[in-house]
């Protein structure tokens, strides 16, 4: 019994401590501040997040990181030392640039390919065309082993034709021409010019003193032959067209240019053609025609070039590639996947040193080659975005950043320089007068005008040199920063 006892009180004490431990962890427990006290020190130097986004969608907002509901990817912090950063642009973590897949390019003066390019086909010149006829009715004797294609000289032999009809004036001017009556011979000979003879068969008459009553029918001119319609043993009635030669000293590139840019096209400039026959080389024509009709199923305007034929190398037929223009001087270039058209103005991703990034308002110009010409807005060595600047526009949007505008830039690496082509008219004391071409960026038209141009910049050109320059437009008298005379092409 008294065993018994004791152990009833060993369990009554161990309750009681249990009871006491307990209640002394709840009190610690629910101290205030004791999470704070107890939590590593670690956690006291990461960095604040405010919230988590859709890269794809910056707009919404989540407070628990995971995945996109909406991409199939991980969701991505916005740290508050990144919301309180008050240098230009917007940095945005280099982790994420990457797995944008951004790619950037520099800007950099160039000059833009042709602005219009158009597939062609090579065709016959159909202007350059003769027609040979029969002069008298008659017999085809002899068919110079010719058929359609062939490509023959000029004064190559065609048919040989019989005319009887013939004999009889003949014979007669012979006689009268023995007679030495000067009026009549003349009469008589003219009387065969008429019936159709050609000058060279009469004076082979007047050589033999003899009747000829077959002539050898030439072709005028050098070329493919597109049609032969007579064969040895057919009678030909006056006037039945024999063969149809087309020359090939030039043929036409028959391009079919979109409507849209008809309107940019003007006849005479130059075009610059690659055919699939000659991979690599590059030759020219002339914009000589812009056909009237509009193809209703394609809607197409058909653009007529002349290009001379040297060696007989182009072919109708051959297929080829046209370019029209790229005859502007140098001007600044970017990606065209670089620009970001909103509908009220159109901007580049500027990639800023530490990560950071700016929108920038650009004027640009041409577009060809996948290359934009840049008006306004950017100077030549800096840096944009040319892939995922969508997305890091979004981003800066969201942030609140605004865009450098047009101002801004030009002050941003101090006066603009811009860059022009023409002809030195005339030197002077500190001074030298150019006729060069627009100047897009200062909407300048080709002109002839006077610029300051210090001893610092080499002078060593003449006038009537061609000259590249480089000039400042800052005031009302522009100053040359550099001059480049062109070498002269042979």
Same mark, same amino acid.
């Given at each position: 019994?008294?065993? #018994?006892?004791?152990?009833?009180?060993?369990?009554?004490?161990?309750?009681?401590?249990?009871?006491?431990?307990?209640?002394?962890?709840?009190?610690?427990?629910?101290?205030?501040?004791?999470?704070r006290?107890e939590?590593?020190?670690?956690?006291?130097?990461?960095?604040?997040?405010?919230?988590?986004?859709?890269?794809?969608?910056?707009?919404?907002? @989540?407070?628990? =990181?995971?995945?996109?509901?909406y991409?199939d990817?991980?969701?991505v =912090?916005?740290?508050?030392?990144?919301?309180?950063? /008050?240098?230009?642009?917007? $940095?945005?973590?280099?982790?994420?640039?990457?797995?944008?897949?951004?790619?950037?390019?520099? +800007?950099?003066?160039g000059?833009?390919?042709g602005?219009?390019?158009?597939? &062609?086909v090579v065709?016959?010149?159909?202007?350059?065309?003769?027609?040979?006829?029969?002069?008298?009715?008659?017999?085809?004797?002899?068919?110079?082993?010719?058929?359609?294609?062939?490509v023959?000289?000029?004064?190559?032999?065609?048919?040989?034709l019989?005319?009887?009809?013939?004999?009889?004036?003949?014979l007669?001017?012979?006689?009268?021409?023995?007679t030495?009556?000067?009026?009549? %011979?003349?009469?008589?000979?003219?009387?065969?010019i008429?019936?159709?003879?050609p000058?060279?068969?009469?004076?082979?008459?007047?050589?033999?003193?003899?009747? $000829?009553t077959?002539?050898? +029918?030439?072709? =005028?001119?050098?070329?493919?032959? $597109?049609? #032969?319609?007579?064969?040895?043993?057919?009678?030909?009635?006056?006037?039945?067209?024999l063969?149809?030669?087309?020359?090939?000293?030039? +043929?036409?590139?028959n391009?079919?240019?979109?409507?849209?840019?008809?309107?940019r096209?003007r006849v005479?400039?130059?075009? *610059?053609v690659?055919?699939?026959?000659?991979?690599?080389?590059?030759?020219?024509?002339?914009?000589t025609?812009l056909?009237?009709?509009?193809?209703?199923?394609?809607?197409?305007?058909?653009?007529?070039?002349e290009? /001379?034929?040297?060696?007989?190398?182009l072919?109708? *037929?051959?297929? *080829?590639?046209?370019? @029209?223009?790229?005859?502007?001087? /140098?001007?600044?270039?970017? =990606?065209?996947? &670089?620009?970001?058209? %909103?509908?009220?103005?159109?901007?580049?991703?500027?990639?800023?040193?530490?990560?950071?990034?700016?929108?920038?308002?650009? $004027?640009?110009?041409?577009?060809?080659?996948?290359?934009?010409?840049?008006?306004?807005?950017?100077?030549?060595?800096?840096?944009v975005?040319?892939?995922?600047? @969508?997305?890091?526009?979004?981003?800066?949007?969201?942030?609140?950043?605004?865009?450098?505008?047009?101002d801004?830039?030009?002050?941003?690496?101090?006066?603009?320089?811009?860059?022009?082509?023409?002809?030195?008219?005339?030197?002077?004391?500190?001074?030298?007068?150019?006729?060069?071409?627009?100047?897009?960026?200062?909407?300048?038209?080709?002109?002839?005008? %006077?610029?300051?141009?210090?001893?610092?910049?080499?002078?060593?050109?003449?006038?009537?040199?061609?000259?590249?320059?480089?000039?400042?437009?800052?005031?009302?008298e522009?100053?040359?920063?550099?001059? /480049?005379r062109?070498?002269?092409?042979?």
């Open positions: 019994m008294i065993r #018994l006892e004791r152990n009833h009180l060993r369990w009554a004490t161990a309750a009681a401590g249990l009871i006491i431990i307990g209640a002394g962890l709840g009190w610690g427990l629910s101290r205030p501040g004791a999470d006290a939590a590593p020190e670690a956690a006291s130097g990461e960095r604040e997040v405010l919230y988590w986004y859709d890269p794809m969608v910056p707009d919404q907002r @989540f407070d628990r =990181p995971g995945k996109s509901p991409m990817m991980d969701l =912090p916005r740290y508050a030392d990144e919301a309180s950063d /008050t240098g230009a642009g917007v $940095r945005i973590d280099p982790a994420l640039v990457q797995s944008l897949g951004a790619r950037f390019a520099t +800007v950099r003066s000059t833009l390919e602005d219009v390019a158009a597939t &062609a065709d016959f010149n159909a202007r350059d065309v003769a027609v040979v006829q029969a002069r008298a009715a008659g017999f085809v004797e002899r068919v110079y082993d010719r058929a359609p294609g062939d023959i000289r000029a004064g190559a032999p065609l048919v040989d019989l005319v009887p009809e013939w004999g009889g004036a003949q007669e001017y012979l006689a009268l021409r023995r030495g009556d000067a009026a009549l %011979t003349a009469a008589a000979r003219q009387r065969l008429l019936l159709g003879m000058e060279s068969l009469v004076a082979a008459v007047e050589r033999s003193g003899r009747p $000829r077959t002539v050898t +029918v030439s072709s =005028p001119i050098g070329g493919a032959i $597109r049609t #032969l319609g007579v064969r040895a043993g057919m009678s030909v009635p006056a006037g039945m067209t063969a149809e030669i087309n020359g090939l000293s030039t +043929v036409w590139l391009a079919a240019i979109p409507e849209a840019m008809a309107g096209l005479g400039r130059t075009v *610059g690659t055919l699939a026959a000659f991979p690599g080389e590059r030759m020219t024509g002339r914009l025609a056909l009237p009709e509009i193809a209703g199923d394609s809607r197409t305007v058909t653009a007529r070039i290009m /001379t034929n040297r060696g007989g190398r072919r109708p *037929g051959m297929y *080829g590639q046209i370019v @029209f223009g790229g005859e502007s001087g /140098t001007t600044l270039l970017v =990606p065209s996947e &670089a620009v970001i058209r %909103t509908g009220r103005r159109t901007l580049v991703m500027l990639a800023l040193e530490g990560g950071r990034y700016q929108p920038a308002e650009v $004027r640009v110009g041409r577009e060809a080659g996948g290359q934009t010409q840049i008006l306004a807005g950017l100077n030549e060595g800096e840096r975005v040319a892939s995922g600047q @969508f997305l890091l526009d979004s981003e800066a949007s969201l942030s609140g950043v605004e865009a450098r505008n047009l801004q830039a030009a002050a941003a690496d101090g006066p603009a320089i811009h860059r022009a082509s023409g002809r030195v008219q005339a030197i002077g004391e500190g001074t030298i007068t150019l006729a060069h071409g627009p100047v897009p960026a200062l909407q300048w038209p080709a002109m002839t005008m %006077t610029f300051r141009i210090p001893e610092t910049v080499d002078q060593d050109v003449s006038i009537g040199d061609q000259v590249d320059f480089t000039f400042e437009a800052a005031d009302s522009p100053t040359v920063r550099s001059l /480049t062109k070498e002269a092409t042979r």
